[in-house]
């Protein structure tokens, strides 16, 4: 599964842009599910995400936390289509898809407070290029992703469904079968972002790998332990200039435990939990997943 949220802008209060450069368009750990297989050719594939994320820290550079009192709750559902197209070419396969979240966001800072329902930042998938090998052990397919600014935003509101920037996130989907049990899934991107006019803040480049190794129980039934590293490799900006506290660079790392039940042919729901530690300029918390996907032709 590819891009699917984008996670809320949270605003300082007193106009300090607390933690703009601390998140990012592409929800990071939501690829751990068949990660590189794409729906067949002429078939349209439907899934949704719905994600609950809290957090009453936000960890600064040293990984304690830097602003007192913080608390967030997020609760986002994404429903995503993605349509193959017929024409192949060889053991190559074309895709475009569309992810429209929607949030519940509510943010606590110091003397300030925020709730807000919307829509968030729309990413579209405007062509992906899937391969299979003869035997369909190995999937795998690359999209240049695009995060378009819809959200809703506000310079001066404690809480924004947007984040008032465009993201061109390119990425690599693998899906890795060893043997009938065992599936090894991962997504590794690279998401760009462009500057927010409105602040003159410009975040830096975030690096991600979303991972999974499930093991069959029984054929509709699978264990697995899934998680996700993210690294922003370059520095924030403020009217040019390097953030403070060295670029601001952002850092967290998710583990947890990962089911998924298969309902019929290309259908299944998934719940799974991820712990977040090792969190630099970032909120840190806990996240609970439910995923379902099903052929809608």
Known sequence: MASVVAMASLVGAGGVRATENGLATYPVGVNTVLDGILPPPGATQFY?????NFSNKFAGADGKSSVPGFHSEVLVDAPRVVHTWGPTLGPFTFSS???????????????ASGTRSALGDIIVHPLMVGYSNPSHTLFAFISPDVGLPTGSYSVNRVANTGLNTYAFEPNLSVTWFPNSEWEISGLAQIEFNSPNHATDYHSGDVATLDWLVGYSVTKSFQ?????????????????????PNDGFRGQEI???PQLRYDLGPASAIV????????????????????EVSFPIR
């Open 48 to 52: 949704n995400y719905t994600e609950y």
């Open 97 to 111: 898809g569309i992810v429209v979240p929607l949030f519940h966001l509510h943010v606590d800072v110091p003397g």
């Open 223 to 243: 264990l697995g332990v899934q998680g996700y590293f993210l690294k922003q490799v370059t520095d924030d900006t403020v009217n040019g200039q390097t953030a």
């Open 254 to 256: 998710g583990i947890g």
């Open 271 to 290: 719940f799974k939990y991820q712990h977040e530690f090792a969190v630099r300029n970032r909120p840190q918390g806990e996240r609970l997943w439910v």
